[in-house]
């Protein structure tokens, strides 16, 4: 590491502090947060096993789950691992190259989530507000361009953040990230330079992939709710509502905490550190765990599906 002035350096790696102030219980730690991402693991490795093998879910709802699945498997894999090499051995070192790497990977693929989630919000509005072109406009070649269309602008909005840190942020204060994993703000906040940029940069992403996405969706959702209003039977529209409420909750299971994060960050100032910390884990960890329940639970073929195979895995036994 080569320092100038005594006070600033350019570190070759940095240090992650886990959880501050909780660093007495991280060993205990370990133990809700490994079960909470073996959850995560084996509910969405399900989820994608259940509609590779049944056809019959060969449809774009669940090519979109999906992609939920496999968004939900790099956050989820992108900071647990070394977060419980943090409470049990004590490895918070991380070098810079990986540290902007899991920057990119946290914040890039929260993007697409939000995307896959803007693209689901489509499908629902095709399939009630026009179901005689569903299969025509949602073809499978049109829900992998989607699927694409969320990922390039995931690496298009975030893909700007690490290297703005390399080229513009080369020397800092300290090498210890107050935090578990490598969140934007938490280094650069340790950055000697002006970061000004960077703050206005991340905060204009923030408001792009947050604010628009969630009012695109909300429109649709309008749209589809005239819609339903104008069936003919209360029956009917419980029916066709239904068909939305797997979908309502994800989307509740991952704004929420990011907005209740985003709040006590900004307002909460006399909330304890070890709370930031604990949300902004938990911003990554309950979406990954909840989706698959609420899908599974929620929607009938996957239900039934998964009852089938648990029940020839019992005939076997």
């Avoid at 002035?5 to 133990?31: D, K, Y």
């Avoid at 790099?74 to 990986?98: E, H, K």
């Avoid at 935090?179 to 792009?208: K, P, Q, W």
Wanted: hydrophobic share 50%; charged share 10%.
């Amino acid at each position: 590491m080569l320092t100038f002035q005594n006070s600033c350096s350019v570190p070759s790696s940095f240090q992650l502090a886990g959880i501050p102030g909780l660093e007495s219980l991280h060993l205990w730690l370990s133990i809700p947060f490994g079960s909470m991402y073996l959850v995560a693991l084996v509910g969405n490795i399900t989820i994608l096993a259940v509609v590779k093998v049944e056809n019959s879910l060969h449809q774009p709802m669940y090519f979109f789950l999906c992609m939920l699945a496999v968004v939900d498997l790099v956050l989820s894999t992108s900071t647990m691992p070394r977060l419980l090499g943090i409470f049990g051995f004590g490895a918070g070192d991380i070098g810079l190259d990986a540290c902007l790497a899991q920057m990119f990977l946290i914040h890039c693929f929260a993007t697409v989530e939000s995307g896959i989630f803007l693209a689901m919000a489509l499908d629902h509005y095709v399939a009630i507000c026009n179901p005689l072109h569903h299969t025509t406009v949602l073809t499978h070649a049109m829900v992998g361009w989607l699927g694409l269309a969320a990922l390039f602008r995931g690496v298009l909005y975030i893909g700007p953040l690490p290297l703005m840190i390399r080229l513009w942020l080369p020397l800092y204060k300290a090498r210890v990230i107050s935090h578990s994993y490598c969140e934007h703000m938490a280094v650069v906040t340790l950055a000697s330079g002006d970061s000004r940029v960077n703050n206005v940069y991340g905060l204009s992403i923030g408001f792009l992939v947050l604010i628009l996405d969630s009012m695109a969706i909300s429109v649709s959702y309008v749209m589809i709710f005239q819609a339903v209003m104008g069936l003919a039977t209360p029956e009917a529209r419980l029916k066709t509502l239904g068909t939305c409420g797997s979908h309502i909750c994800a989307i509740l299971i991952f704004y929420v905490p990011i907005v209740v994060s985003s709040l006590i960050h900004r307002f909460g100032h006399q909330v304890p550190p070890p709370v930031h910390t604990l949300l902004a884990n938990f911003y990554l960890l309950i979406p990954p765990i909840l989706n698959p329940i609420v899908y599974a639970v929620r929607t009938k073929q996957i239900r039934e599906r998964l009852l089938q195979m648990l029940k020839t895995e019992t005939k076997f036994k």
